[in-house]
């Protein structure tokens, strides 16, 4: 009776075990979501504060920093003909007169109410004329954007199935090279060729749709060089590791082994870079926007410091530091997404 009692013990351990399994594992895929949700809010609210920190240590360190570059708003709205009394009525007109702090404290009394000051330039409330200017930034990060991740992340996919072969060379070629060349000279480049030459689109301004194509593609060819080359490289790594080689055994097809496994076991770091460029961009493609003579942001930042235009910079640089701030949130939480192992926070990992 013992030994058959051990024998039926025995045999039905594995029933158990092998029961018991399905139901902990469905614990732990369930566990996930219910940690991952709980800890979100906190999260967010951790990194909205430092955030703010962020942006209020960005704006102290370029208040001071523009005063202390060389230059006089007051002489250059005045012009080289202002006598000493049209300069210190000027100054006081702008409040210029008063101390550094004061000035300080004044700022910070506006920005909390979202009054920055009046743009020496356009006599125009300095936040409402960066917000006029923001949609067209915007615009032109979006479409940049999306071009560098509809040809970057397949062209990086085809070079790391081909890796080591002479396609893939030719292709390194090409990517090296886009990533050599500066802004200005792509721009010229295409204007010459598709504004002058090939009359198709135009080569400033921006007066209908077609006229975002060649700032489009100035932006994106740098960022397709070097976004293709990264997924290249984790592609590569992906397609020697140990998981593979099982997925492989099973009879996972190549399709699926690219694009659900190695694809998506390589695109945190591809994120953050996508995030990153795409952060850069909202700040202002200054080189880009002042070849095509575009109405964004990065012209009119070029034109606040031509100007000394205190007001416009600071509200420029509020404006996109917050931008900034809000992509990299937002890519910070897109990572459990993509990666359920990805914790927010240390309170996640109970």
């Not at 509809?150 to 062209?155: E, G, S």
């Not at 030719?170 to 090939?198: C, E, H, K, R, Y």
């Not at 937002?330 to 459990?336: H, K, M, S």
Request: aromatic residues 8%; charged residues 15%.
């Amino acid at each position: 009776m013992t030994q058959h009692a051990a024998e039926t013990a025995l045999a039905a351990q594995p029933s158990g075990s092998a029961s018991s399994a399905p139901r902990r594992n469905q614990t732990s895929r369930t566990a996930v979501p219910r940690v991952l949700t709980a800890a979100m809010p906190r999260y967010v609210a951790k990194r909205l504060a430092q955030s703010a920190l962020t942006v209020f240590l960005t704006l102290t360190t370029v208040f001071v920093l523009i005063r202390m570059a060389p230059g006089d708003p007051a002489y250059s709205m005045a012009g080289p003909l202002a006598t000493t009394e049209d300069l210190a009525r000027i100054r006081a007109d702008m409040g210029l007169d008063q101390s550094v702090f004061t000035q300080y404290l004044l700022y910070l009394r506006g920005l909390l109410h979202l009054d920055l000051g009046t743009s020496y330039s356009f006599q125009a409330p300095a936040f409402d004329v960066v917000l006029a200017r923001l949609p067209y930034t915007i615009t032109l990060a979006v479409s940049a954007i999306l071009l560098t991740t509809l040809v970057a992340i397949p062209l990086g996919v085809w070079m790391a199935r081909r890796a080591d072969t002479r396609r893939e060379l030719g292709a390194n070629v090409v990517t090296i090279a886009g990533q050599s060349m500066p802004d200005f000279w792509t721009g010229l480049m295409l204007i010459t060729l598709f504004a002058v030459l090939i009359p198709v689109f135009p080569a400033a301004g921006f007066t209908t749709w077609s006229s975002l194509v060649l700032p489009t593609v100035t932006v994106a060819v740098l960022q397709i060089a070097l976004i293709s080359r990264m997924v290249r490289r984790e592609m590569v790594g992906a397609f020697s590791s140990p998981y593979m080689t099982v997925a492989r055994a099973r009879g996972v097809s190549e399709r699926e082994l690219i694009w659900r496994y190695a694809l998506r076991n390589s695109a945190i770091p591809v994120l953050t870079a996508l995030g990153t460029r795409f952060a850069s961009m909202l700040n202002g493609v200054v080189v880009v926007e002042v070849v095509f003579a575009w109405p964004g942001v990065g012209s009119l930042v070029v034109r606040a410091l031509e100007t000394r235009d205190y007001p416009l910079i600071q509200a420029t640089v509020l404006v996109t530091a917050v931008l900034a701030v809000l992509v990299q949130l937002a890519v910070d939480l897109c990572y459990p997404l993509l990666d359920p192992r990805v914790r927010l926070g240390k309170g996640t990992n109970t």
